[in-house]
């Protein structure tokens, strides 16, 4: 059985103002001083990773393109997990359900690869979908102040770009 999972913000998550990010598609709010890594892409998604100070925590945004318009993201998670367990040789999910605060009848997840833990919203609109992340690096002691960042700004992330962006 899967463990349930919770969401909570502080009002004081401190963040960059979020700034559009035309490859990703979304309006992105990395923490202050967190690096970005570059960015990964292929002709199916675009991954931006912003690391923290410690280097053990990351706040990252996946863009996926969808091969047909509205597939749901229970069939995105499904793939979502595959492709981790091909990267990472391990993909484990931890606890899942559905929010109908994101976007596109999104789920929250949390899910366990070789390397990472990863605390994720995972939203699906047309031909698109994202997954954006709070993660921490397994084996390594957790950082609370950097994972409460790196979850806020997964809270402040909006998918899509305003119009005239």
Excluded: C
């Excluded at 990351?58 to 229970?74: C, E, T």
């Amino acid at each position: 059985m899967l463990a349930s999972l919770s969401v909570a913000i502080d009002a004081d998550v401190e963040v960059t103002d979020a700034f559009a990010y035309p490859l990703l598609d979304a309006m992105v709010a990395p923490p202050p001083g967190w690096h970005p890594d570059p960015i990964k892409r292929s002709k199916t998604h675009a991954h931006q990773v912003w690391v923290s100070p410690s280097g053990n925590t990351a706040y990252g945004v996946i863009r996926i393109n969808l091969p047909l318009p509205f597939i749901g993201p229970d069939m995105v998670l499904k793939r979502f997990l595959e492709e981790m367990r091909r990267t990472e040789g391990e993909a484990t999910l931890l606890s899942r359900r559905n929010d109908r605060r994101l976007p596109g009848s999104g789920i929250r997840f949390v899910a366990e690869g070789g390397e990472y833990r990863i605390r994720t919203n995972l939203m699906t609109r047309g031909f698109r979908a994202w997954a954006v992340y709070a993660g921490t690096r397994r084996g390594a002691q957790d950082v609370p102040d950097e994972l409460r960042l790196a979850e806020g700004a997964r809270e402040l992330t909006k998918i899509g770009l305003p119009k005239g962006r």
